[in-house]
Nanobody, 122 residues
Framework: QVQLAESGGGLVQAGGSLRLSCAASGRTISDLVMGWFRQAPGKEREFVAAISRGGSNTNYASSVKGRFTISRDNVKNTVLLQMNSLKSEDTANYYC???????????????WGQGTQVTVSS
């Protein structure tokens, strides 16, 4: 069982940057695919980014590609999401997630954090 805790959310102006962090506990994440998802009010939760176990492969939603970067540190048991050039439509609650497996898929994640709110003002 892995516990995930997100941090780093907040209020930022459009065009600004934020870095989200996901700290894992309970077990190593080195054999888990890690991902970020987000959910805006009134909308369904959507995939944002994922990273393979070793960090060599990544997958991004088209809406964030080129602006967001996912990374991981298996020694520190953490996952980061660097968000640049933020837009008002990036406003959402962001969730860290994990799953067993080898491919950076967009669904099937069984472990979830509580989320951190990101608000982008225009």
């Amino acid at each position: 069982q892995v516990q995930l805790a997100e941090s780093g959310g907040g209020l930022v102006q459009a065009g600004g940057s934020l870095r989200l962090s996901c700290a894992a506990s309970g077990r190593t994440i080195s054999d888990l695919v890690m991902g970020w998802f987000r959910q805006a009010p009134g909308k369904e939760r959507e995939f944002v980014a994922a990273i393979s176990r070793g960090g060599s492969n990544t997958n991004y939603a088209s809406s964030v590609k080129g602006r967001f970067t996912i990374s991981r540190d298996n020694v520190k048991n953490t996952v980061l999401l660097q968000m640049n050039s933020l837009k008002s439509e990036d406003t959402a609650n962001y969730y860290c997630a994990a799953r067993l497996g080898a491919t950076v898929v967009t669904s099937g994640y069984g472990y979830w954090g509580q989320g951190t709110q990101v608000t982008v003002s225009s």
